[in-house]
């Protein structure tokens, strides 16, 4: 029974690099979010996934950010050309159905991007 | 849309004294409500959530919230802090349909032994 996990850990990165951020949720849950965490900052919801598909994308900073989610498991958020702005600890969570809150959310640990 | 507000960003209790974190909602429909707690290089856990049912919430470690509607309120307390509890808690806030949930900027509680 493992949990979410996220990868890598830590990710140091000059700007204008891409970076990948991947997540695998629970075996089972069909939903997956992303969200990110600025130093001071709450959570800020960058998208949800139920399965593969992406209903709502309105969280996304810019178009720099993307998302994908392969098989109703793995998911990848890719950031591109990235700026000092977009350091922060980026955490994935899912749950079991659909969105709404009668579901729980269970968290990974986070990656936590440095642009130097 | 949706938000919420954590009044205090630090609290600082003795060891056996009553926790009160402060969230209060805002919300054009009936809201959940929930409690989570982070603790450091790990995501959050919940504490607990509020789905329209008993007002009343008890969740893990001791915790509970009381959800008023008249106060736009979802208080977090604890009759007696221990040294564990020492963490960063969020509050956060949905709606039955929605998929996206809002959270609070995040409260930082410290247990003085």
């Known amino acids: 029974g493992a949990g979410v996990s996220q990868s890598p850990s830590n990710k140091v990165t000059e700007k204008g690099k891409d970076v990948e951020l991947r997540c695998d949720p629970i075996?089972?849950?069909?939903?997956l979010y992303w969200y990110r965490q600025s130093l001071g900052q709450g959570l800020e919801f960058l998208i949800y996934f139920q399965g593969n598909s992406a209903p709502d994308k309105s969280g996304l900073p810019s178009d720099r950010f993307s998302a994908e989610r392969t098989g109703g498991s793995v998911s990848t958020l890719t950031i591109q050309r990235t700026q000092q702005e977009d350091s922060a600890v980026y955490l994935c969570?899912?749950?079991?159905?659909?969105?709404?809150?009668?579901?729980?959310?269970?968290f990974g640990p986070g990656t936590r991007l440095t642009v130097l | 849309a949706q938000s919420v507000t954590q009044l205090g960003s630090h609290v600082s209790v003795s060891e056996g004294a009553l926790v009160l974190l402060r969230c209060n909602y805002s919300?054009?429909?009936?809201?959940?409500l929930f409690w989570y707690v982070q603790y450091p290089n790990q995501g959050l856990q919940l504490l607990l959530k509020?789905?329209?049912?008993?007002?009343l919430v008890k969740g893990i470690n001791g915790f509970e919230a009381e959800f008023k509607k008249s106060e736009t309120s979802f208080h977090l307390t604890k009759p007696s802090a221990h040294m564990s509890d020492a963490s960063e808690y969020f509050c956060?806030?949905?709606?039955?349909?929605?998929?996206?949930?809002?959270f609070g900027t995040g409260t930082s509680l410290t247990v003085i032994p």
């Open positions: 969570a899912s749950s079991p159905r659909t969105g709404g809150g009668t579901d729980t959310q269970y």
């Open positions: 509020y789905t329209s049912a008993a007002t």
């Open positions: 919300s054009s429909v009936p809201p959940y």
């Open positions: 956060a806030v949905t709606v039955p349909t929605g998929n996206q949930f809002y």
């Open positions: 075996s089972g849950h069909t939903a």
